[in-house]
């Protein structure tokens, strides 16, 4: 059973451009969730995606948007790369039981190096 | 905030010995969750504890819980160089948000 699945691994990107991230959840989750790490730091909530809509978002700017299909896999989206946007990018996913408690299960990132 | 915050930051302690890492947060919460990372990589659940539970054992590890005091605490016990890890708390309230910290490094000397 695979887990949570996230490309690319790596990337460099130069200042003003745009990247993509994807991300695939574990078999049998529906909900997405994306965390910006930044080197030493805790890992920090963007937002979250089920049934194909933003449920919840952190304190990011709008240049930061996402999107979830149908088959549940999620895609981050930054525009206007800053030199701060260089970190880890981490997607988990979970099942929404209705209950809250909401185990996380992560992928291996994406570690984004802006220039 | 929700967010947790733990203490110790760094821990480095002898293979065998028993680390314990603490956490506060601010507000109420559902439940509160333990996770480690390993170099960078992406994180794994440990262990959850909901508000109504004071103690939770899962293998080598034990939580408690402290709603009054709004802490938390994770002890790993006969530590191994495995354990050599970042460590997160991340408390969870009304929006089930799981909010962590910076984290606790610990490293385990063989």
Redesign the interface.
Same mark, same amino acid.
């Given at each position: 059973d695979a887990g949570?699945t996230q490309s690319p691994t790596h990337l460099i990107k130069t200042r003003g451009q745009q990247v993509t991230l994807r991300c695939s959840p574990k078999s049998g989750h529906d909900t997405v969730?994306w965390?910006q790490?930044a080197l030493?730091?805790?890992?920090? %909530?963007i937002f979250?995606y089920y049934e194909e809509e933003e449920r919840?978002r952190?304190n990011f700017p709008d240049r930061f948007s996402g999107h979830q299909f149908p088959n549940y896999s999620s895609e981050l989206n930054v525009n206007a790369l800053l030199l701060g946007d260089s970190a880890?990018y981490?997607c988990?996913s979970s099942f929404n039981t209705g209950y809250?408690?909401?185990?996380?299960? %992560?992928?291996?990132?994406s570690?984004l190096t802006v220039l | 905030s929700q967010q947790g915050e733990e203490d110790p930051q760094a821990l480095s302690i002898q293979e065998g010995e028993n680390a314990t890492m603490n956490c506060s947060y601010k507000t109420s919460i !559902? !439940?509160l969750?333990w996770?480690r990372q390993n170099s =960078? /990589?992406?994180?794994?659940?440990l262990i959850?504890i /909901?508000s109504n539970e004071r103690e939770k054992h899962s293998g080598r590890l034990r939580v408690t819980l402290d709603t009054s005091k709004k802490s938390s605490s994770l002890l790993i016990t006969a530590s191994r160089a495995a354990d050599t890890a970042s460590y997160?708390c991340a408390p969870?309230g =009304?929006? !089930? /948000?799981?909010?962590? =910290?910076? =984290?606790n490094q610990v490293v385990v000397i063989p």
């Open positions: 949570v969730s965390y790490q030493g730091q805790g890992p920090q %909530f979250q919840q952190g880890l981490l988990a809250g408690a909401n185990v996380l299960t %992560f992928g291996a990132g570690r | !559902n !439940n969750q996770y =960078g /990589r992406g994180l794994v659940h959850l /909901r997160f969870v =009304g929006n !089930n /948000r799981l909010a962590f =910290g910076k =984290g």
